[in-house]
C-alpha cells in the first residue's frame, strides 16, 4: 500500500521482425506529449505526473467507473498521500478529474473504498440526493514519527454530486484505533442478509471484520487469517466478495501482502471459502496467489457492478518502486480484468481475465493457424509489422516450453514463457535493459501451471513498458515491467522441433490517450 515510507534451453527460432513504433500505422500526433515520454504506458492508466501507487474507492455509478488512488503531487516518491481521481465510461479510456481528498489535521488520506449508499443509511443524503461515500484510513505522521501504535483510524467522505466533490464527515474517524500499529485499507460492502455494512480492514499480520447500519457506527465481527496464507510482511489492501461457479456461490477474501510475495516483494493472495455475516472461513490451507509476476500489487474490486467483479492493482513493487527509471511519473495501473471462479479437480481457484472493454481499442486480428514448426520458421512473411502496445494470443495443441521474446538492437530482452520440465510458466528480465536502479529487479520470476489439461492458451497483452500473461484461460497470471535502453523492436517466438501452433492471433491496440 504505502509501505516502509523509508523504502524506500536445442530451440527453435522463430523471429517477427518489428518497425519501430513512430514508423507504424497507429499515429500518436494526437497523443498528449506527456503521454508520448520514454516507457509511458499507452493502454494502462497513469497518473499525468508525479507519485502514483494503490488503486482506491473504486466504485461504478451512473455509468461512469471511479478510480481513486493514493497519489502524492509534489513529487516522482512516495509522500503524503491524498486521493487522486480518473473517471471512465468504458474502464479504458480515462479523464483526469481534480484531487479528490487531501490530507488534514487528522492526516495524509491513505488506502480505502468507496460504496452507493442508496438507502442513505448514513443520512449523508440531501434532496433526494445520493450520497457516494468514501471510506479511508487517516494516518497520522506525527503519531507514527512518535512511535505511538494507535496513528491509523478510520474515516469518511461522501459526495452528493455524483463523486465530482467530497466532503470529509466532521465526526471523523469514525472507527478509532484500539491500539495497532497497522490498522488500514477498509473495504466496505452491503450484506443483504443482515442489513448492514461489512468492513474488511487489514490489521497487522491478519484481518478484522467490522459491521454497521449507518457507515458511522462500527462493531467488531470477527479476525481471520492469523495461521493462514502468506505472513513474510503486512497485510494489507483486503476485499470480500462473492463469485459464482457452476451455479455455487463461494466467497473470495483478497489479501495483500508486502513483502512475502511469490517472487520477492508485494503481491496479492486469495483465499475461497465462505462468511456468514460475522466470520469468514476457508476451504484451503494452502498459499494461493492471484498474480504471481513481480508487478501487480494493493488490487481490489470495483463495488456497484452486481454480480461483475472487475479487478485492478498498482503495477509496480515496494521494492523498486519509488527508484524505476521514469523522470514526470511513476508508476502504472494493470489492465482491469473480470475474475471468475474455475475447478481444476477438486479445488475451486480464480481465473483473471482482461476485461471485454479491451476490445475497445483492438484492432484488426491477424489470424495464422496450424503452424507446423520444425527448424525455423519466419513469420515475418506472414505477419505485418508488428509494434507496442499489442495483444498475441497462441493457442497449442499439446503443452510444450515455448517463449516469446522482445528484443532490440542492443541484444536486450524480455522472455516469457512456459518450462515443460518444471510445469511453470515465467519472466524474465534478467537482461531486458535497464536493470540496475535496483538489485532485486533483474529477476525471473516463477508461476506454477495450475491447469491439468493437455492442450495451453497463453494471452500476452503487452504495452511500452509492461507484459501481462494470462494463460490457460487465467487460471496461471503473472505482470511484469520492463525498461529496455532502446525500445523493443523484435518479436520471436522461441519452442522446441515439432512443436503445433493451432492458432496465434496478433492485434494490434490503440493507445488510450489519443
Known sequence: MHRNIGIGLALLLVTVIVKPLTAQPHKTDDVPASYKEPYRPQIHFSPKEKWMNDPNGMVYYKGTYHLFYQYYPDSTVWGPMHWGHATSKDLIHWQHQPIALYPDSLGYIFSGSAV???????GFGKSGKVPLVAIFTHHDPVGDKAGRNDYQVQSLAYSLDDGKTWIKYAGNPVLKNPGIKDF???????FEAGKKWIMTLAVLDHIAFYSSKDLKNWSKESEFGKDLGAHGGVWECPDLFELKGNGKKVWVLLVNLNPGGPNGGSATQYFIGDFDGKTFT????????????????????????SNRKIFLGWMSNWLYGTVVPTDRWRSAMTLPRDLALKQVGKDWFITSWPSKELNVITGKPVVLQNLKVQDHLDLATKLPAVAFPCRIDINLETAATHA?????????????????????YYIDRRHSGKVDFQKDFAS?????????????NLTLVIDISSVELFADNGLSVMTG?????????NVQLRAPVGIIIKKMVYTRLSSIWK
Open 481 to 489: 515491467i520492463f525498461f529496455p535502453s532502446t525500445p523493443y523492436t
Open 444 to 456: 525471473r520470476s516463477v508461476a506454477p501451471r495450475i491447469s491439468s489439461a493437455n492442450s495451453m
Open 184 to 190: 488500514r485499507d477498509p473495504k466496505v460492502f452491503w
Open 116 to 122: 452507493v449508499d442508496k438507502n442513505n443509511t448514513s
Open 282 to 305: 476457508t476451504s484451503h490451507r494452502d498459499t494461493r496467489w492471484l498474480d504471481y509476476g513481480p508487478d501487480e500489487y494493493a488490487g481490489i474490486t470495483w463495488s456497484n457492478t
Open 404 to 424: 516469446v521474446v522482445l528484443s532490440n538492437a542492443a541484444g536486450e530482452e524480455l522472455v516469457v514463457g512456459y518450462d515443460k520440465q518444471g510445469n511453470q
